[in-house]
């Protein structure tokens, strides 16, 4: 009885470096790929049978490829004589020889007759591949789309104002609350890297199956009527980056909040602007700069003109940008959380900077 065995091919060997030299064996890879697929293993004498067939089977593959007859002016391949003798009468083979002749009278001049492959058209062939495959890859890199090509189709407008309007009256694709965004372009910009790059759909988001292309994430979209944004409750939080409510907070809450807000201790002066920066997030200037801060500058005339231009389109077409107040009070706190998180991180750091006198290690001996 045998000490040493293969349970993945059922045999028995008489010593450990027959049973070694086995698992180094393909009859033993073949019946590991067999389990894997939950298929019974196979004997050595079938396996060398397989192994003899396909060996045949390349022979006889290499041998039709050998006889092949080739066309250098069409570049064509002719599996035998009589097919290969049929295309050289027929009429479109002679079009092409005759163009040829026009363009290069020496080289064209005569038809290549029966002729095999030489090796060093394949492999110069197998030289080209590899820098048309990186050619490919780079061609098919995903991109974003940019503010000025429209989210729904393929349609490229002059500038982003024009494209605005032209998703609004084509599409019905409105910016809810757009009185409030702060940063359009940004917003759009957003919009155009989830569908380019991530190829998502902007009401579906992480709901629907994943797309390989860009059309199919537009043409999605168009049948289904999902050319606007998913802006109810917490979904609404990814866009809060371009949103800033503070316009539409009560003035009562506001002073009652800076009222509350106010600590002497967090005060903290920045060097470089010689400005007080307050706990509420305001600064305040030094007096010898009351020059500079009694100007009265223009915030983002551009932003602004488009924005209104974006607006008057809207209510021509029908659109009042009613959203629910749930969705804005939403917004409002994850503005006002992140705003006490990064003042917990300022405590945080300050008193952090305060206790610790020297370099402590953190290591117990």
Sequence with gaps: MPLYTCITCRVGFADSDLQRKHYKSDWHRYNLKRKVA?????????????????????????QTKSTIMYCKICNKNFSSENAYKNYLQSKKHLEIVA??????????????????????????????????????????EDEALEITECLFCPHESLNFEENMKHMSRSHSFFIPDLEYVVDLKGLIGYLGEKIGIGKMCLFCNEKSKAYLSIEAVQNHMTSKSHMKLDYEGEAALEYSDWYDFTSSYPSKRENDDDDNDVNTGTLSVDDATNELCLPSGAKAGHRDLRNYYKQHLPPER?????????????????????????????LRDARVERQQMAKHQVKLAVKANKFQTHFRPQVIF
């Design 99 to 140: 163009k040829s002749k026009d363009t290069d009278s020496e080289e064209t001049a005569d038809i290549v007759g029966l002729k095999k492959k030489s090796e060093n058209s394949v492999q110069e062939a197998d030289t080209e591949t590899p820098a048309s495959d990186e050619e490919e890859v780079e061609e098919c």
């Design 302 to 330: 551009e932003n602004h003109k488009v924005k209104k231009s974006i607006m008057a389109d809207y209510k021509a077409l029908g659109w009042h940008g009613t959203i629910a107040e749930k969705t804005r009070q939403t």
């Design 38 to 62: 939950e298929m019974p293993p196979v004997t050595a004498e079938v396996f060398q049978e397989k192994v003899l067939a396909q060996r045949a089977e390349a022979e006889a593959k290499e």
